[in-house]
């Protein structure tokens, strides 16, 4: 029986806020591959519904993008540490690099030909994370880069059909975890303004479109991963009762959902530092439920944060 039509699914977030628990659990679930740490989607929407050169210097560009994001296939690069476990591991990308840069060139021929760009590149991406899902024996991808939620605007006019799973985490946290990656902020400052402007983009995006995403926290994630994964299957078309199964499937690979994990990052935080994150985020922790540390005073600028 042919199962029905359903709706691509993006992960994204603030980074180090369980985006990739997110996926990997979702991804345990037998109709759902997860394909995930592939920022060259939003390269190639940015030049292709975005452009900004020549025709030609744009697909010139295009080229240069792919055979450079491939070269690494299939071992991408990654900032996880060693126990930071998953069950796909810390990136999961089935297709090669060949097929990735035919699916390339098949793109250009399109664009030459006159195929609308929207159209050509969500042909392209169809055909890379289809063969994934093949690869992997399920019938539907879901695709998950944190990225995803400062361009959400790119990603809805490349796939208007989408459904968004927004990850969010208590601030503190995410920076604290960020700041010691080398994309991550380097003062607790920077590290809030970076996660208001992520945490807003994907409000201001669910206020937009509501029927178009969704979103969970780690902390919750964590204390009551049944129900959280239940309600994550519902939001993306699959049976919510078959929470139980994935979820076993997950656990029995030794993975273990600890809720302590959620509180770690407060015993290594200079209240100093907790203080200058939320003089700067506290409106935004205020909105989410988190509780502050250091008072309930918030500056002026975070106190008037207004989502949609």
Not at 269 to 275: S, Y
Request: aromatic fraction near 8%; include cysteine; glycine fraction near 8%.
């Amino acid at each position: 029986m042919t199962r029905p039509a359903t709706r691509p699914v993006f992960i994204g977030g603030a980074g180090r806020s369980g985006t990739t628990l997110a996926v990997d659990l979702l991804g345990t679930h037998p109709h759902l591959s997860p394909v995930y740490e592939t920022d060259f989607v939003l390269v190639l929407a940015r030049m292709l519904l975005r452009p900004a050169g020549a025709p030609e210097l744009v697909r010139q560009r295009v080229w240069q993008a792919m055979d450079h994001w491939t070269r690494s296939l299939p071992h991408r690069p990654h900032s996880k540490r060693s126990h930071e476990t998953y069950r796909h591991g810390p990136h999961h990308v089935l297709f090669d690099r060949p097929f990735a840069l035919a699916c390339t060139e098949q793109l250009l021929a399109d664009l030459d030909a006159g195929t609308p760009p929207r159209t050509a590149l969500r042909r392209c991406l169809d055909r890379l994370f289809g063969r994934h899902a093949e690869l992997d024996r399920k019938p539907r991808w879901i695709n998950k880069t944190p990225g995803y939620v400062q361009h959400l605007d790119l990603l809805f006019e490349l796939y208007p059909d989408l459904v968004f799973v927004h990850c969010l985490r208590d601030g503190r946290a995410a920076t604290a975890s960020a700041m010691t990656r080398p994309w991550g902020p380097k003062t607790w400052a920077q590290g809030a303004e970076w996660w208001v402007e992520n945490v807003l983009a994907g409000l201001r995006f669910a206020a937009r479109h509501p029927a178009s995403a969704t979103t969970v926290t780690y902390e919750r994630l964590l204390a009551e991963p049944h129900a959280q994964l239940a309600r994550l299957l519902g939001a993306v078309g699959e049976d919510p009762a078959t929470a139980g199964a994935v979820l076993h499937g997950y656990q029995r690979d030794g993975l273990r959902f600890d809720p302590a994990r959620a509180r770690v990052w407060r015993d290594g935080v200079d209240p100093v530092d907790a203080a200058t994150f939320e003089d700067r985020a506290g409106g935004v922790l205020d909105r989410l439920g988190y509780a502050r540390m250091t008072g309930e005073a918030a500056c002026a600028e975070s106190a008037t944060v207004k989502i949609g």
